[in-house]
């Protein structure tokens, strides 16, 4: 539920084919393809290898987003629904919250305990404003890429909120692929982007775990990570500036 592929997320080295070759010799029933702020990745596997998917997998749409205030946040939205605001990274977490109920679509925040500026429970917004929990439709509970402790407090979250609880590896490199899950009852069929949400929406529940993927870029370079972070900070938010205009446009023509 959590996946990076390189025909749409920039610092993934996997190949969309690649990755469902692996997930589904792995015993994976199904992929949700989540990359940053950009839906070319699903694009690029629909143009290019639909065919090629094996009967008893499935490729469903979604979207890492990149809030201005809140951090990321996965998203899926409708089969038939295509916004293209939601690839212009820097809404503020109310505003795309809005919009995705609005529209149909469902979303939680990504690794909510991880990182600074990336991770909703590590940015400003929740010490003020607490009761944005109320708009989650489910919480990423497991990442692999992250530490065992910040999976435990978003577990508490979900519990705490009734939401439903997601686990994903949030893979960039094939070595990561599968070391996430989230497993649905065996009655229940996930077909499309709209059974997921109408399962989720309805209170469906979900089991969620893995293994951690101990080969990060943080496990690599240790203490200096926290330039890394505050450099991604910088280059968000100067995105987020570059596309505001298109933003506006965007907002203005929507229903």
């Known amino acids: 539920m959590h996946c990076h592929v390189k025909e749409g997320s920039p610092d993934s080295k996997v190949a969309i084919a690649d990755a469902v070759r692996i997930l589904h010799e792995k015993g994976f029933s199904g992929m949700l393809v989540t990359d940053h702020d950009s839906y070319k990745g699903y694009r690029a596997w629909r143009k290019e290898h639909k065919d090629e998917c094996p009967e008893d997998f499935v490729v469903l749409r979604g979207i890492e987003y990149d809030t201005i205030d809140a951090g990321h946040f996965i998203v899926i939205m409708p089969s038939n629904v295509k916004l293209k605001i939601l690839e212009l990274r820097g809404l503020p977490v109310y505003i795309l919250m809005d919009i995705v109920h609005k529209h149909g679509g469902i979303l939680g925040p990504a690794h909510p305990f991880g990182e ?32 065992e402790t910040a999976n435990e407090e978003a577990v508490a979250v979900a519990k705490e909120y009734g939401n439903a609880m997601f686990g994903g590896s949030d893979f960039h490199k094939e070595d990561c692929i599968g070391m996430g899950y989230t497993e649905f009852p ?39 990570n926290h330039v890394l972070i505050q450099g991604f900070w910088v280059y968000n938010k100067g995105l987020g500036a570059a596309r505001r205009r298109k933003r506006v446009k965007e907002l203005k023509h929507m229903d």
């Open 116 to 147: 600074r500026y990336l991770s909703i429970f590590r940015t400003g917004i929740y010490k003020y404003h607490k009761h944005i929990t109320r708009g989650f439709d489910f919480v990423e509970c497991f990442n692999a890429c992250i530490a």
């Open 186 to 224: 065996e009655n229940i069929s996930i077909k499309t982007e709209d059974d997921l949400i109408k399962y989720i929406k309805c209170g469906g529940e979900t089991v969620c775990g893995g293994e951690r993927y101990t080969k990060t870029t943080k496990d690599k370079i240790g203490k200096f």
